[in-house]
Nanobody, 122 residues
């Protein structure tokens, strides 16, 4: 059974920092792209915050460029999101998504974590 579990969310004041972690466990052959999304409770679609490829190439939403940094530890099947200069509008549930191959076939599929709440107070 493959699991993806986020941790590190919480309450922080505006201007503060927080680091989220997400680890995949189970039988995993390889992981392609790792990404962080966030969703505001009002039912809006999840938006891509940042993603990182196996080779380390990164992509960020314009709203977080220069403030957030995504990194990964391939040996530990883990991805991190380092968030600095947090703003109240960063408040959301943050989800981790990993594109993984978990069987002997060449098929990759997306696995999502359960989400972790980040609340930034003004």
């Amino acid at each position: 059974q493959v699991q993806v579990v986020e941790s590190g969310g919480g309450l922080v004041q505006a201007g503060g920092s927080l680091t989220l972690s997400c680890a995949a466990s189970g039988i995993i052959f390889s992981i392609n792209v790792m990404a962080w999304y966030r969703q505001v409770p009002e039912g809006k679609a999840r938006e891509l915050v940042a993603q990182i490829t196996t080779g380390g190439s990164t992509n960020y939403a314009d709203s977080v460029k220069g403030r957030f940094t995504i990194s990964r530890d391939n040996a530990k099947n883990t991805v991190f999101l380092h968030m600095n200069s947090l703003k109240p509008e960063d408040t959301a549930v943050y989800y981790c998504k990993m594109n993984m191959r978990t069987t002997a076939s060449m098929i990759y599929r997306d696995y999502w974590g359960q989400g972790t709440q980040v609340t930034v107070s003004s």
